[in-house]
T-cell receptor, first 114, second 111 residues
Framework: DADVTQTPRNRITKTGKRIMLECSQTKGHDRMYWYRQDPGLGLRLIYYSFDVKDINKGEISDGYSVSRQAQAKFSLSLESAIPNQTALYFC?????????????FGSGTRLTVV | GEDVEQSLFLSVREGDSSVINCTYTDSSSTYLYWYKQEPGAGLQLLTYIFSNMDMKQDQRLTVLLNKKDKHLSLRIADTQTGDSAIYFCAERAGGYQKVTFGTGTKLQVIP
């Protein structure tokens, strides 16, 4: 099994719909992150969580919300999807004690809002 | 805030060396990373360098860090078609413990 699992892998949804992207990790790390990737813009941080009771906004949190259900689970919601939220979304986890290990990423969710 | 910049595209011939460059703005960076993203996949950590180092070598990969100019580079020796991917530079600033990623450089290896 992958260290970080994202579901679904692909999703097409209509404008105005609520959608949830799920992420689970088996690394046992406290820290989890949601990024979106757009061509030419790299990865931009949406939300991050340093433990179950800690949720922080990233640089582009408007239109998104998150829930940290457990150490291993961190979900991202789009309350009312809009076309400019079409992107590739990545979940990641990290171990704060070992900065040299970097982040472990999931395989991504490709979201299309029509 | 932190800003990490890379050129968007690089094309090299198989067997040649590739050099991917990155500039960053945060002088408090502690770790700098290179990630590789293959098509349809997430990012995978390739290598990293601690800010008190100038160079790190790992098999075909050489990372050079110029702290004065805030410039990081990744050299891939004997580039292979399997090296075709997007390469992301990233920095971790000391106070925040979260990582800022660059825009990514798409490396195309021509057989």
């Amino acid at each position: 099994d992958a260290d970080v699992t994202q579901t679904p892998r692909n999703r097409i949804t209509k404008t105005g719909k609520r959608i949830m992207l799920e992420c689970s990790q088996t690394k046992g790390h406290d820290r989890m992150y949601w990024y979106r990737q757009d061509p030419g813009l790299g990865l931009r941080l949406i939300y991050y969580s340093f433990d179950v009771k800690d949720i922080n906004k990233g640089e582009i949190s408007d239109g998104y919300s998150v829930s940290r259900q457990a150490q291993a689970k961190f979900s991202l919601s789009l309350e009312s999807a809009i076309p400019n939220q079409t992107a590739l979304y990545f979940c990641a986890t990290s171990d704060p004690s070992g900065a040299g290990t970097g982040y472990t990423f999931g395989s991504g969710t490709r979201l299309t809002v029509v | 805030g932190e800003d990490v910049e890379q050129s968007l595209f690089l094309s090299v011939r198989e067997g040649d060396s590739s050099v991917i460059n990155c500039t960053y703005t945060d002088s408090s960076s502690t770790y700098l990373y290179w990630y590789k993203q293959e098509p349809g996949a997430g990012l995978q950590l390739l290598t990293y360098i601690f800010s008190n180092m100038d160079m790190k070598q790992d098999q075909r990969l050489t990372v050079l860090l110029n702290k004065k100019d805030k410039h990081l580079s990744l050299r891939i020796a004997d580039t292979q078609t399997g090296d075709s991917a997007i390469y992301f530079c990233a920095e971790r600033a000391g106070g925040y413990q979260k990582v800022t990623f660059g825009t990514g450089t798409k490396l195309q290896v021509i057989p």
